[in-house]
């Protein structure tokens, strides 16, 4: 399984990033993608879930209502649409995935994921 994150960048307090991560290989009908983030000083945050139908979310606390987690089920690709972006929330953005049986929602905790992307830096100044 080989995840392929982009979409990162330089952007200014306020704007807009999207990120997108590709997910291929994976063989179980049935998975979680997650997007994960490593910014300075701090260990590896959860910042958004989802499952590869779309069906079940969830949202850390602080990008709720900035952030928002979609799948092109078709393209095997999941999104994260980020807006109103703070200096706080630079950092290396990475995507995981993990199967999952039907019907259950996506873990949180990055430690349940197996299959990691690279990482995609995103950098918020101005």
């Known amino acids: 399984v080989q995840l392929q994150a982009s979409g990162g960048g330089l952007v200014p307090p306020g704007g807009s990033l999207r990120l997108s991560c590709v997910v291929s290989?994976?063989?179980?009908?049935?998975?979680?993608i997650g997007w994960f983030r490593k910014v300075p000083w701090r260990e590896r945050e959860d910042v958004a879930c989802?499952?590869?139908?779309?069906?079940?979310?969830y949202y850390r606390n602080v990008v709720k209502g900035r952030f928002t987690i979609s799948t092109d089920y078709a393209k095997n690709t999941v999104y994260l649409q980020m807006g109103s972006l703070k200096v706080e929330d630079t950092g290396v953005y990475y995507c995981?995935?993990?199967?999952?049986?039907?019907?259950?929602?996506?873990?949180?905790?990055?430690?349940?994921?197996?299959?990691w992307g690279q990482g995609t830096l995103v950098t918020v100044s101005s």
């Open positions: 995981a995935t993990v199967a999952l049986r039907a019907g259950l929602p996506p873990p949180t905790s990055s430690s349940r994921y197996q299959y």
């Open positions: 290989g994976m063989t179980s009908d049935y998975y979680a």
């Open positions: 989802t499952t590869n139908g779309g069906g079940s979310i």
